[in-house]
C-alpha cells in the first residue's frame, strides 16, 4: 500500500496533475476577482441596463433594492463565492432563472460544434501536415499553405458568409442558419452545423497543419532519421512510426489551444450562424451587467483553458518516454 | 422566366410603370408569356385571410436575459411574443390609429374625462382554462404600480389614482388629473391581463396563441388557441419565432427560405432585396423618431436664438436621403408624426437656411458658434453619420459642431441627459399627451432638453382632459408649434420601419404604433393560398 502511495508521489505525472490542479484552482479565484472587478468598473448596472432609456431613478432604486445590487460590492462578490463553493451557482439577475439551467443546454451546444469541427479539423490538419512535411517545398506544400494560411488571414464573419452565400444562398445546399432545437435528431443536427462547422475548422486548420509540419521537419533532420532512411524504410513508415511521435509534444500543445479557442473564442461564428452556443450568452450578460451569469461563463471558460492545458502536458509527457519512465 | 418574374415584382411593387413593364418584356421577348390576370382591374383583389400554416419569424432584438414577465419586455422578441401572440391589453391600436377595445367591451369616461367605467368582454378564458374577471384585470394593472414596482411601465399608469371592482365584469378606475386620452394609455404592450397572482413568466396569457416552448434570445414556437375569443384573428397553426439579431443572417435566413418574415431590414441592401421576386417590403411611416437634444438649461442653449441657429443648420432631407437611404420622413422639430391624430400639417416645413441661422446667430450676439455634438449608434443606427452631416452643415452657416463619438456602452445612463447637446431616439407615442407629457412637460424625468415653457405646460394639462376634438385640435397644433419654434429638441427625421416578408403573407394595412402591425403580425396576419 505504502509503496502504492510512494509510487503516485513520485511519479512525475500524478505529481505534476496535482500541482497544476493547485494552481488551476488559484488561478480560478483570480479570474473570478478579476471578471467582478471588470464588470463592475463598467458603467452602469443592471437595473440601468434592463430598463434602458426607460430607467426613471424610483424604479433603478427598487430594481437595485430586489436584486441586493445596493449592497457594497465586496459584500456581493464574497456572497457570491461562498455559494459558488458549495457549487450553488445562484440565478441570473435578469431572468430570474437558475444559472445552471441557462448555461447548461447552450454549454452542451458549444461543446457539440466544438467537438465536430475538432473531429473534422485534427486528423485534416495532420495528415495534411504530415503531406506537407513528406513533400516539403513541393507545390502540394506550396498550395496546402498559402490556401490555409489565406483562409486563417481573413476574419471569421468574413469567410462565414462567403460559405453562406455560395453553399446556402446560391445553392441550397445548407441552413444558412443554424438554429438548433433540444429535440433535433442527430444527422439534421450535423446538416444544421455544417457551415459553422467548415469555417471554423477552415479558422483552425492553419496553425495546427504547419506546426505539424515543422515540428515533424525538425525531427526529420536529425540523424536517427537519416538513419532509418539509410535502412531503406519507406517514407510513410518513417513519418509515422519514427518522426510522428517524437514530435507529438508541440502538435499536442497547438492543438489543445485550438481546442480551446473552439469552447472560448467563437462567439462572432455564433452571432452570424445563429448557434445558440455560450458565448452569446456571455455577451448579453455583459451588456446587461447579469454578474452572476458573466462569473459563471467565465469560470466555464477558464476551466476549459486550465483543464486542456492540463491534458495538453500531461499527454506530452506520456509522449516522452523519459518522463513516462522516471528512476 | 426569371426575367420576368423580376419585372412583374417590379410592377407589384410599384418601382416601375405599366408603360415601362411593357416595354421591357417586349424587349426580352416575354410580353406574351404576362398572365391575363396579371393587370388586374382597378384595385388589386384583396384576399381574404385563411387559416393554416406556421408563420417563421426571424427576429432582430433578442437577447438571452429576455423573460416573459410584462414588466420588463426589453425588445422586439418579447414584445411581438407576449404582446403579439400570447397575451392582450384592454384595448387595442387598431390601423387607423384608433383604440378600440380588445378585452374590454366597452370604455366610458365621466364628463371631466377624471373617471373611467371599463367594462369587460364576457366569456374570456386564460390558457390554464380560468375565466377572465375584473379581479384579473386589477392585479394586472397593479403589477406596474406601487412604490416597490420595478416595471418599466411605472410612469404609464402614475395617473392612476384608484381601481375600483363594481361587479365581476366592470371596474371603474379614478384618475389623479382628467385625460381624455386614457383608452389609449390601456393599449399599452406592458399591460397585458395576467390572471390573477401571476407575473406573468409562466406564459398564461388570453390571447390567440398558447406558449409551447421558450428558449430565452434563442427561439420561440407557440401554437393556436382554440379557445381565443376573436374569430377574426390568429390565422396561423404554429408561430415560430428565431432571435437572429445580426441583420445579414436576418436577411440570409429570409432569402433562403429559412423563415418567412423578418424585422428590422437593412437600409444599404434594402434595393437588393426589393428586386427578388418572392419577397415583399412592408413598410410602415410610424412615430419612431431621432432627435438632437440641447439642454436649455445650460448655455449657450439657453438662448433660444442659438437654438433656432442649430435648427436651420440641420439639412433634413440629406440626412433622409444619406443616412437613412430615402426610408425616413423629414421631421419638422416637433415629435408628433403624421400617424399621430392632431398631427399639425398646416406647420410649414422647416428646411436648411444657412442664413436664417446665421441670422439667429448674429441675434444672439455671436459670429460663430463651436458646440460639442455627442453621439453614438447607441443613440441610432446612423447616428455617427448623422453627426458627421450636421458638421458639414452647420459649417456653411459658420457653426462649427464638434462631433464626439461616445461609447455605445452605457449611452442612456452616461450620455442622454447628462451632455448638454447630444443625439436621442424616441419610439414615439400613439397620443400627443403621451409624447408630449414624457419628454417634453416641465417636471417629466425624461424631459431631456429641461425645458419649461409656462403656455406649453398650461396647454398640456387643458388638453388633456378636453373632451371636444376641435379644441383638442388647435390645442396641440399650438403645442407642436410652441415645440418646434421655441422648443429645445431638434427633431430632423421620424424613422420607416421596414419588414420584409415572403409573398405568401397577406395583410391588412398594418397599424403603425409599433413595428410588425403594432407587434401583431402573428396574430393579424395570414399566408395566402
Redesign the interface.
Known amino acids: 500500500m505504502t509503496r502504492v502511495m510512494t509510487w503516485f508521489i513520485k511519479n512525475p505525472i500524478f505529481k505534476m496533475v496535482g500541482q497544476r490542479l493547485a494552481i488551476g484552482l488559484g488561478t480560478l479565484l483570480v479570474i473570478s476577482g478579476l471578471i467582478f472587478v471588470g464588470v463592475e468598473a463598467?458603467?452602469?448596472d443592471l437595473?440601468?441596463a434592463?430598463?434602458?432609456?426607460?430607467?426613471?431613478?424610483?424604479?433603478v432604486a427598487?430594481?437595485r433594492?430586489?436584486l441586493k445590487l445596493d449592497l457594497p460590492a465586496h459584500t456581493r462578490y464574497f456572497t457570491w463565492l461562498g455559494e459558488v463553493m458549495q457549487g450553488e451557482l445562484g440565478n441570473?439577475l435578469?431572468?430570474?432563472k437558475p444559472i445552471s439551467e441557462?448555461i447548461g443546454?447552450r454549454f452542451k451546444n458549444t461543446l457539440f460544434l466544438a467537438g465536430t469541427t475538432a473531429l473534422v479539423a485534427i486528423p485534416l490538419a495532420l495528415i495534411l501536415g504530415m503531406l506537407a512535411a513528406l513533400y516539403r517545398d513541393t507545390w502540394l506544400d506550396r498550395c496546402l499553405s498559402i490556401s490555409t494560411l489565406a483562409a486563417i488571414s481573413f476574419p471569421e464573419f468574413f469567410v462565414a458568409?462567403i460559405l453562406?452565400t455560395l453553399l446556402?444562398?446560391k445553392f441550397?445546399l445548407f441552413?444558412?442558419?443554424s438554429?438548433i432545437?433540444r429535440d433535433m435528431p442527430l444527422m439534421v443536427k450535423l446538416h444544421t452545423i455544417t457551415l459553422p462547422c467548415v469555417t471554423l475548422t477552415l479558422v483552425v486548420l492553419a496553425h495546427m497543419m504547419r506546426m505539424t509540419r515543422a515540428a515533424i521537419i525538425n525531427v526529420l533532420d536529425l540523424p536517427f532519421i537519416e538513419m532509418a532512411r539509410l535502412k531503406g524504410i519507406s517514407k510513410w513508415r518513417i513519418i509515422f512510426n519514427h518522426a510522428l511521435p517524437n514530435a507529438l509534444a508541440p502538435i499536442i500543445n497547438v492543438i489543445a489551444l485550438n481546442l480551446a479557442y473552439l469552447v472560448v473564442g467563437v462567439v462572432v461564428v455564433e452571432?452570424?450562424?445563429?448557434y445558440?452556443g455560450l458565448g452569446?450568452?456571455l455577451v448579453?450578460?455583459v451588456?446587461?451587467r447579469?454578474l452572476p451569469?458573466v462569473q459563471a461563463s467565465g469560470l466555464i471558460f477558464a476551466v476549459t483553458y486550465v483543464g486542456l492545458n492540463l491534458t495538453a502536458d500531461v499527454l506530452a509527457m506520456m509522449s516522452n518516454p523519459r518522463l513516462r519512465h522516471p528512476q | 422566366m426569371q426575367k420576368l418574374n423580376e419585372l412583374e415584382s417590379l410592377y407589384t411593387k410599384g418601382r416601375i410603370s405599366r408603360r415601362e413593364f411593357m416595354r421591357r418584356a417586349v424587349i426580352a421577348g416575354m410580353a406574351m408569356a404576362v398572365a391575363p390576370t396579371f393587370f388586374p382591374k382597378g384595385a388589386r383583389a384583396a384576399e381574404g385571410p385563411k387559416r393554416g400554416g406556421r408563420l417563421r419569424v426571424?427576429m432582430g432584438g433578442a437577447?438571452?436575459?429576455?423573460?416573459l414577465s410584462p414588466a420588463?419586455l426589453?425588445d422586439m422578441m418579447m414584445q411581438t411574443l407576449v404582446y403579439g401572440q400570447l397575451g392582450n391589453s384592454l384595448m387595442e391600436i387598431d390601423n387607423a390609429g384608433q383604440a378600440v377595445p380588445e378585452l374590454a367591451s366597452s370604455i366610458e369616461s365621466s364628463a371631466d374625462a377624471s373617471t373611467w367605467l371599463i367594462r369587460l368582454r364576457k366569456g374570456v378564458t386564460f390558457h390554464n382554462g380560468k375565466t377572465m374577471t375584473a379581479d384579473d384585470v386589477i392585479h394586472s394593472i397593479n403589477i406596474h404600480r406601487g412604490?416597490?414596482?420595478?416595471?418599466?411601465a411605472?410612469?404609464i399608469v402614475k395617473p392612476i389614482q384608484s381601481i375600483v371592482k363594481e361587479d365581476a365584469y366592470t371596474l371603474r378606475i379614478e384618475l389623479a388629473t382628467p385625460n381624455a386620452d386614457f383608452p389609449y394609455i390601456l393599449t399599452d404592450y406592458h399591460l397585458v391581463i395576467v390572471p390573477e397572482g401571476s407575473d406573468g413568466?409562466d406564459g398564461v396569457f388570453t390571447g390567440a396563441y398558447r406558449l409551447k416552448s421558450f428558449?430565452?434570445?434563442?427561439?420561440s414556437l407557440t401554437v393556436r388557441n382554440p379557445d381565443y375569443f376573436r374569430e377574426d384573428r390568429g390565422w396561423f397553426d404554429e408561430v415560430e419565432t428565431?432571435?437572429?439579431?445580426?441583420i445579414?443572417?436576418r436577411t440570409?435566413?429570409l432569402?433562403?427560405?429559412?423563415v418567412d418574415l423578418i424585422n428590422r431590414c437593412e437600409l444599404k441592401t434594402l434595393r437588393f432585396l426589393e428586386r427578388m421576386p418572392n419577397i415583399q417590403l412592408v413598410k410602415q411611416n410610424g412615430y419612431r423618431h431621432y432627435t438632437f437634444v440641447m439642454r436649455t438649461d445650460t448655455a449657450p442653449y439657453s438662448d433660444n436664438n442659438v437654438r433656432m441657429a442649430l435648427k436651420h443648420a440641420v439639412d433634413r432631407q440629406q440626412l433622409v436621403d444619406a443616412v437613412f437611404r430615402g426610408y425616413a420622413v423629414v421631421g419638422n422639430d416637433h415629435p408628433i408624426s403624421t400617424g399621430n391624430r392632431y398631427h399639425a400639417g398646416d406647420l410649414p416645413q422647416r428646411v436648411y437656411d444657412a442664413d436664417k441661422a446665421k441670422y439667429y446667430l448674429k441675434k444672439a450676439g455671436m459670429d460663430r458658434l463651436k458646440v460639442d455634438f455627442h453621439t453614438a449608434d447607441a443613440a441610432f443606427l446612423g447616428a455617427v453619420d448623422a453627426g458627421i452631416l450636421f458638421r458639414e452643415s452647420a459649417a456653411r452657416a459658420g457653426i462649427d459642431v464638434n462631433v464626439v463619438r461616445e461609447p455605445n456602452?452605457?449611452y442612456?445612463?452616461?450620455v442622454?441627459t447628462k451632455k448638454p447637446f447630444c443625439a436621442c431616439f424616441w419610439g414615439g407615442r400613439v397620443t400627443e399627451d403621451m409624447m408630449f407629457s414624457t419628454a417634453y412637460a416641465e417636471n417629466a424625468?425624461?424631459n431631456d432638453s429641461k425645458w419649461k415653457h409656462r403656455r406649453f405646460n398650461e396647454l398640456l394639462v387643458t388638453a388633456r382632459g378636453e373632451l371636444d376634438e376641435v379644441k383638442r385640435k388647435a390645442q396641440y397644433g399650438e403645442m407642436q408649434r410652441l415645440v418646434r419654434d421655441e422648443g429645445g429638441v431638434i427633431v430632423p427625421v421620424f424613422g420607416t420601419d421596414i419588414a420584409a416578408a415572403s409573398q405568401k403573407i397577406g395583410f391588412d394595412t398594418p397599424a403603425v404604433n409599433w413595428e410588425l402591425d403594432g407587434f401583431r403580425a402573428a396574430q393579424r396576419w395570414w399566408f395566402k393560398s
Open positions: 463598467l458603467p452602469g437595473a440601468e434592463v430598463l434602458g432609456q426607460n430607467a426613471l431613478p424610483e424604479t427598487a430594481f433594492a430586489e441570473s435578469a431572468s430570474g441557462l443546454w458568409y453562406i446556402s444562398v441550397a441552413p444558412s442558419i438554429s432545437t452571432v452570424v450562424f445563429v445558440p452569446q450568452l448579453d450578460s451588456s446587461k447579469d451569469v | 426571424g437577447s438571452t436575459t429576455d423573460t420588463v426589453t412604490k416597490s414596482s420595478t416595471s418599466a411605472k410612469p413568466t428558449e430565452p434570445g434563442v427561439r428565431i432571435g437572429i439579431n445580426d445579414n443572417a440570409n435566413a432569402k433562403t427560405g429559412q456602452d452605457g442612456w445612463s452616461n442622454w424625468a425624461w
